[in-house]
């Protein structure tokens, strides 16, 4: 079947380590999205991808960095500048103008 | 920057009632998409419906529909027939359109609860 994943499910990390969260979709979308939601929170954008090896910033950028090797994969890394990483991860594809599907989200704590 | 704006935080209704979740947006666009999507306790995103700018006809999906005011910007959720199993958060959903790209862009989002 069709979809994104999203691994793991949940994630700790430590203080001062950088972790890196995986998405995969065999959709053969585009466009690739991750979002960050804190609780009884909306989401925000932290960084998109329209296509292979380019990717820009969305509004919550610091503190993590992204890589589009394969249209497939669009892995998040949580660096240690960001200072307060304890949240509900989405990542999100699209093709054109349509809506977007989801994986199943990555909850970080930090402890 | 577009925005979107869910203006009610909480909502509740009774189960078998219904209810409309109000959304507005900000757009230069004249031919666009919106979409509503829930999030259950699972925290999953599940699309709900889309409706089509151009389109002059408000969607519908089954006891979902929309109220789509293309001159107001306004893009509300009505659900009908109200049952346990749609207490959620309910999310407004935009797709901007910039020089860098096609971003998604969310309203702050509605938690629905159902009353038995």
């Known amino acids: 079947d069709g979809g994104i994943t999203q691994s793991p499910k949940y994630l700790f990390r430590k203080e001062g380590q950088n972790v890196t969260l995986s998405c995969e979709q065999n959709?053969?979308?585009?466009?690739m999205y991750w979002y960050r939601q804190d609780p009884g929170q909306g989401l925000r954008l932290i960084y998109y991808s329209q296509i292979v090896n380019d990717f820009q910033k969305g509004d919550i950028a610091e503190g993590y960095s992204v890589s589009r090797e394969k249209k497939e994969s669009f892995p998040l890394t949580v660096t240690s500048a960001q200072k307060n990483p304890t949240a509900f991860y989405l990542c999100?594809?699209?093709?054109?103008?349509?809506?977007?599907?989801f994986g199943q989200g990555t909850r970080l704590t930090v402890v | 920057a577009q925005t979107v704006t869910q203006s009610q935080p909480e909502m509740s209704v009774q189960e078998a009632e219904t209810v409309t979740l109000s959304c507005t947006y900000d757009?230069?666009?004249?031919?666009?998409?919106l979409f509503w999507y829930k999030q259950p306790p699972s925290r999953q995103m599940i699309l709900v419906i889309r409706q089509e700018a151009y389109k002059q006809q408000n969607a519908t999906e089954n006891r979902f529909s929309v109220n789509f005011q293309k001159a107001a910007k306004s893009f509300s959720l009505k659900i009908s027939d109200s049952q346990l199993g749609d207490a959620a958060m309910y999310f407004c959903?935009?797709?901007?359109?910039?020089?860098?790209?096609?971003?998604?862009?969310f309203g702050g989002g509605t938690r629905l609860m159902v009353k038995p």
């Open positions: 999100a594809s699209r093709i054109g103008v349509t809506e977007a599907f």
């Open positions: 959709l053969n979308h585009d466009a």
């Open positions: 959903a935009y797709p901007e359109d910039n020089n860098a790209g096609n971003m998604l862009t």
């Open positions: 757009t230069s666009e004249s031919d666009y998409y």
